[in-house]
């Protein structure tokens, strides 16, 4: 069994994959500083509350974007599973080309977004991963990275307008029945989720309109990507573990 394992800014999203079939997912924080011991013991235990043995873990892969905690995460691996992840970085087969500045300082998670994206979807294809940062990327027919943006999450977004502006409150981020807000909460959620929608929207045409590719497919995914997906057409698909499907494919070409 292959773990793949996505460390995210916000949390860490467990895979478990018997060949390319996705058995079973579960996750932690990632904002909580936790020791090798915590980590190995946390994994450990989970797999055991879902019928799994330690035995069962022939492989993990790891994203990462989280540098702070890679080297305990790691470490808890090898402690307690005896086995030394794959990390997608620097040198890891991925079937793409990265066409940025610098590849080296391109996120993992973007990168294996990316390569799910094409894998499955084919090329030319956006993917665009709603998570506590944006990101929206164009991949070629050729399988060709070249960028894309970074924008702050709505989640992020909304937490900094809180904080930023005394009278404003934390709010639940979902889509108010009109844009027109008739308090400060409506008018808050429909700036969040209308702008998102518009602003995806933009980012999209535009990145058709300079690659000249008509006929792009675009996948979405992510914490919030199902609610953006269902509200516009630009959207394709939204496949809530395109991440996850990425490492899968990646561990699959390093062998």
């Excluded at 990265?98 to 990316?114: H, M, S």
């Excluded at 919030?224 to 496949?239: H, P, Q, R, V, W």
Aim: proline share 3%; glycine share 10%; net charge neutral.
């Amino acid at each position: 069994m292959l773990i793949a394992i996505d460390i995210g800014n916000t949390d860490i999203t467990f895979g478990l994959f018997q060949g390319k079939k996705l058995n079973d997912t579960f996750r932690m924080r990632s904002k909580v500083n936790r020791t090798s011991d915590e980590f190995g013991m946390f994994m450990l235990e989970v797999l055991s509350s879902k019928g799994y043995r330690k035995k069962d873990v022939s492989a993990v892969i790891i994203a990462s974007v989280v540098p702070a905690i890679n080297h305990s995460f790691t470490s808890g691996i090898i402690k307690y599973f005896g086995i030394r992840p794959i990390i997608v970085g620097a040198g890891i087969k991925t079937g793409i080309k990265i066409k940025t500045v610098n590849p080296q300082l391109t996120g993992a998670d973007r990168i294996v977004d990316a390569v799910a994206a094409y894998e499955l979807y084919g090329g030319p294809v956006i993917a665009a991963d709603f998570g506590t940062a944006t990101t929206i990327d164009l991949i070629t027919p050729a399988g060709e990275f070249m960028g894309g943006v970074i924008v702050p999450g709505i989640h992020t977004a909304a937490k900094e307008l809180s904080l930023q502006a005394a009278k404003l409150p934390e709010i639940e981020i979902r889509k108010p029945d009109s844009i027109i807000g008739k308090d400060t909460v409506t008018s808050m959620q429909g700036g969040l989720v209308y702008g998102y929608i518009g602003q995806t929207e933009y980012i999209i045409r535009r990145m058709k309109e300079e690659s000249g590719y008509d006929k792009v497919h675009v996948v979405a995914t992510g914490g919030l990507g199902k609610m953006i997906a269902e509200e516009t057409d630009y959207i394709d698909y939204y496949d809530s573990n395109l991440t996850l499907k990425g490492l899968q494919i990646i561990y699959e070409k390093q062998r």
